[in-house]
């Protein structure tokens, strides 16, 4: 738009030097943009070193019932069991990047973000990927975030989320089980142990258990605030007792072999028999 | 044989129931000592008339029913002495009864002002024992619900201080933490208030409710725990 209503103004000589000159400066800029590159290339450089770090993947030697501690500051963890005699773990870090350090010691393996950073209170999200052999028993915990653990089937599995996060526990065939939040739902998907103690509590989220139809348990399901308790199937299996305007529920399935305690202070505890 | 010893068996003497060298010599002695010799006359003269008058000093067939007879005439006298001083007015023995006969018979002449301010007194003094009687029941009532509440509704004094103290140390170190985590501290301490507020609520109502009293102690036991971890954050 410019260009055509200049020309017409300017000599014919003049006019015929304009595309040496244009095609001139794009060698300029094109030359200045090259040399912009290659600086930023040159500059960025270490930060491209640093962001490597941001990513963690090592693999440990483990036994079949090794523990697994991790404490972690923020973020998602999930602990998948597989058929093999190793730790795999996998961490993406969130800026600014937590450094942490995995310890392999005789009882287990012991990752502590927690004590790891300890001074830099504003690190980001450590969102880890672990990979355990099924016997292993796992003991999980952390401040903000998510937990999954499935197909783990050690002696325990404990999953404690201090503020919100959901908690799913898929595939777990383990005598003794913890789960805890203020804020975020529970899934418990569990074959029951004889003798097991299974202990699910949440300030402020829904509490699912999935259990096999045929399990015999004690239970103790606490409602305060909804008293919305759905014993599902259950309710036809088990002799209960409906305690305080059902609030709770107290009774037995089976022969009452596992026992399970369940609370939800202000939320709602649905039974799925499967 | 000397004055002393004569004294000692002069007794016997006269009894007649000494005999031998003691008899002898007493009589020598009495023949010669004429202050013995009285008292000897003396003591014969007392046996004798205690001898003669033997007849009348023998007790009674049935002593006693005698003294039992003594006893209730002396009684029925002080009786009939007791009621002869009442009706005569005796100030030792009816001081009290005097002054309430006399408060009583007394003829009260009040004037109109006197009257009123003894009216006036009476009205303050029940209000005064009326109000304090409320004010006292009313706190009683309020310990009473509070000990029916077996101390549930607030967190012991220890806990309480624990929880300031916390709550303090979060505050210093908030400001440091990462955005999202102190969103996350805040939403979530604000779930645990809510809900000992709500158990709080469900035991003015239901003071023995012992589902509602374990939901605030879960509730106060997550609000320590959260500040404690995070106050080391």
């Known amino acids: 738009m410019k260009k055509t209503l200049l020309t017409p103004h300017k000599p014919a000589a003049v006019c015929d030097t304009v595309p040496a000159r244009s095609a001139r400066s794009a060698a300029s800029l094109l030359a200045a943009l090259a040399a912009a590159f290659l600086l930023c290339v040159l500059f960025c450089a270490p930060t491209t070193t640093v962001f490597a770090q941001q990513k963690f993947s090592k693999t440990y030697p483990a036994r079949r019932n090794i523990r697994l501690q991790l404490n972690n500051r923020s973020g998602e963890i999930d602990v998948i069991g597989w058929d093999r005699d190793e730790i795999k773990i996998t961490a993406d870090m969130e800026a600014p990047a937590a450094r942490f350090t995995p310890v392999l010691k005789e009882d287990g393996l012991w990752i502590d973000v927690m004590n790891d950073t300890r001074g830099r209170e504003d690190v980001g999200d450590v969102n880890f990927r672990i990979q355990v052999p099924y016997g292993s028993t796992v003991d999980l915990e952390t401040k903000r975030g998510n937990i999954t653990v499935h197909n783990v089937q050690g002696a325990m599995v404990r999953a404690v989320v201090t503020t919100e996060g959901d908690i799913n526990l898929t595939g777990i065939r383990a005598s003794r089980v913890m789960a805890s939040n203020i804020m975020g739902n529970i899934l418990f998907d569990a074959d029951l142990m004889r003798g097991g103690m299974y202990e699910l509590k949440s300030t402020q989220g829904d509490i699912n258990l999935r259990i096999n139809a045929g399990s015999g348990f004690m239970l103790t399901a606490t409602a305060p605030r909804t008293r919305n308790i759905n014993l599902g199937d259950f309710a036809g299996r088990g002799s209960w007792d409906f305690q305080s305007n059902n609030r709770r529920i107290v009774g037995k399935v089976g022969d009452g072999s596992a026992t399970i305690t369940t609370t939800t202070l202000r939320s709602s505890i649905v039974f799925v028999s499967r | ?233």
């Open chain 2, 1 to 233: 044989m000397d004055c002393e010893k004569c004294s000692d068996l002069l007794g016997d003497f006269l009894d007649g129931t000494m005999a031998g060298d003691d008899h002898a010599l007493l009589s020598t002695h009495l023949d010669e000592c004429l202050g013995c010799a009285c008292v000897r006359e003396e003591i014969r003269a007392i046996v004798t008339t205690a001898a003669e008058s033997r007849e009348h000093f023998v007790a009674p067939p049935n002593e006693r029913a005698l003294w039992l007879r003594v006893r209730n005439t002396l009684e029925a006298e002080l009786s009939a002495q007791q009621r002869a001083a009442v009706t005569t007015g005796s100030p030792l023995g009816n001081a009290r009864e005097n002054f309430v006969s006399r408060l009583m018979n007394k003829r009260w002449a009040l004037s109109l002002p006197q009257l009123t301010a003894a009216v006036v007194a009476i009205v303050v003094g029940v209000a005064v024992v009326t109000t304090v009687g409320v004010q006292r029941l009313t706190i009683n009532e309020g310990v009473k619900q509070e000990t029916a509440r077996g101390g549930a509704r607030n967190p012991n004094p220890e806990q309480q201080v624990a929880i300031q103290y916390l709550m303090q140390r979060v505050e210093e170190r908030k400001s440091h933490w990462h955005p999202r985590m102190r969103e996350a501290f805040d939403r979530n301490l604000g779930v645990i208030d809510a809900t000992v507020s709500d158990s709080l609520k469900e035991l003015d109502e239901s003071p023995h409710d012992e589902i509602s009293e374990e939901a605030l102690n879960a509730a106060l036991r997550d609000k320590m725990e959260l500040l404690r971890e995070f106050s080391e954050l």
